[in-house]
């Protein structure tokens, strides 16, 4: 078969980035720094994040040291802890909004193509949802089941279905009653190829969106979780876990609290870069009932 | 104003009822029963959330009389909060008993687990209300501050730096504060309630979750109020500096400000169970921390449930407060 679509020049990745902004670039070298950390730390530290080495305990961060980020207080290197603590923060947060996406694009999907008393429910059930602080009913569920990491990822993902759901329905809703969604019906397509070949690609730029504001989030109330002691529980270390650890010996190890804090807004602030860029990029002007 | 300008166009109605007219609600009633619901519904979700978890657990009557407890003890809590009938019933007291306040007793303090909520509430209030304080006053300096017109750049810079500081997570915004101020400056109490400057450092911590909207908002709106019609006039006039802002700009400018304090202070009573926990400070959200490490679970249904009810309420009655201060926004 002979293809006839016209194939674009490549673009040096340097061009491709000429236009956007520094911000963007900014953001993604953060986020990508944290992500290749965690990713390396099985390779960086194939003995795991608990090997006690009590002849080193408590040492400062040393440049070209064996313990570059130091030792805290049973002498466990603490890159190696902070490694691992951003793998189970990363995988953690990006299964949640995973599972979020789904729900919000299924939920939304559902009330406009349904419409009805179904979608006034949805809606009440979001309203009720917003009313509500995340945090207070996450900790209802982690005090009472235990925070064992499914618990985690369904409370994380519970909490910020909404965006998505609000941003995708009410863009749905403006495309159902574009000509060529009509055109589909007449040509015979069924709902399932309105939603496969319409809805979905259409919205998948605002999903993109409302996936990296909630990523944002996530990340923040897990990690918070980790603070009050309801995120990931010890010895499996995270980066809110390990700032509330270090709080006492914040005059003796200033390390142990701070590092962990650092990468954490270093984190955030690479999420919100890349979220501002791509909110600007698709427009985004209305993300009505983000809390 | 406006609204009673609107409902006199029709012209058929009698004097009486137009006058009657002018006294109606600011609100649409159905924007009010629509609001009061959801409220409402959102207190049940809480109580639901917590007893569909308490049933999870297996033994919710064990869990909430403690491990010590004889097994006279757990019967008699099994049948006064009505574990021991069927899950509807069930359901219905626990409802009831904990909408009343009746809840079992502490298990570490053996006093009623309301009174020990009770007790803490003027604490996190305090705190509360000077995390808002300080934030707003911050916030609005800075957008004051961005929004002259033709203002060079560093004019911008506080709004940048209260956006940097809100987008630290509260708990690490809070160590980075005791670190400088009490660790390495030893100016300030690292934690704690025992002098009005333990104060000062929790509240600085909820403050950029405040501040930051505040200053954005104000900014963009002072911008917009100085191209309107009365304010070019006065200006023209020659009205300007001081006078004219506080006269004719800074007025018109709060409308937005309300609406973004409204949503924020329900924000600083979900993050004051953080900042109590991280500075000891002894307030609601400490209680149900430490309650929850203590393994007291009837002081964590009590804190819970109130820390909820009273987010709704407080969001409630600001949603209303904006609805009525502009009546667009609800549309």
Known sequence: MTTTTPTL????????????????????????????LSLAAPLLFPQGYDVQDLTARGLPPTWFGEHPLGTDHLGRDYLARLAYGGRTLLLLST???????????????????????????????????????????????????????????????????????RIVRAHARTLLHRPYIDACRLAGGSTRDIISRHLLPNTLPLVLVSASLNFAAIVLLLSGFGFIGLGVQPPSPDWGQLVAAGQAQLATHWWLSILPGLLLVALLVGIQLVSDHLSTRFAVTSLEGNR | MTTAHFADTDVGASPAARRHLHLRLPLSPRYLLTRVIVAVAAVFAVVSLVFVCLIATGNPAQLLAGPDASLEDIARLSAQLGFDRPWYEQYVTFVAQVLSGDLPESIRYGESALTLVLERIPASLLLGATGLAIGTLLGLAAGYVASVPNGRGWRQAPVTVLTALDSIPSFFLGVL???????????????????????????????????????????????????????????????????????????????????????????????????????SWPGVGQLAISAINNRDYPVVLAAITFVAAGYVVINLVVDLFGAALDPRSTR
């Not at chain 1, 490549?10 to 000429?18: E, K, N, Q, S, Y």
């Not at chain 2, 100085?226 to 304010?231: G, I, M, S």
């Open chain 1, 95 to 165: 299964i949640a909004v995973l599972v979020s996406t789904v729900i919000g694009i299924g939920l939304a999907l559902t009330s406009v193509l349904a419409g009805t008393w179904l979608e006034v429910f949805i809606d009440r059930i979001a309203d009720v949802q917003l009313a509500l602080p995340s945090i207070l009913v996450g900790i209802v569920v982690l005090a009472l089941l235990g925070p064992s990491n499914p618990t985690l990822v369904l409370v994380l993902a519970v909490s910020s279905w909404v965006l998505t759901f």
């Open chain 1, 9 to 36: 020049p490549a673009t040096p990745v340097r061009a491709r980035f000429r236009g956007s902004k520094p911000g963007f670039v900014l953001g993604l070298v953060l986020i990508g720094g944290i992500v290749a």
């Open chain 2, 177 to 279: 504060l005791i670190y400088v101020f009490a660790v390495e400056l030893g100016l300030l109490p690292s934690s704690g309630a025992g002098s009005p400057a333990s104060l000062l450092l929790p509240a600085l911590t909820l403050a950029p979750v405040v501040a930051a909207p505040v200053a954005r908002v104000f900014r963009s709106s002072l911008i917009d109020t100085h191209d309107l019609d009365h304010v070019r006039f006065a200006r023209s006039k020659g009205v300007h500096g001081l006078r004219l802002t506080l006269r004719h700009t800074i007025g018109n400018s709060l409308g937005p400000v309300v609406n973004v304090l409204g949503v924020q202070a329900g924000m600083v009573l979900g993050g004051a169970i953080i900042t109590e926990t991280l500075f």
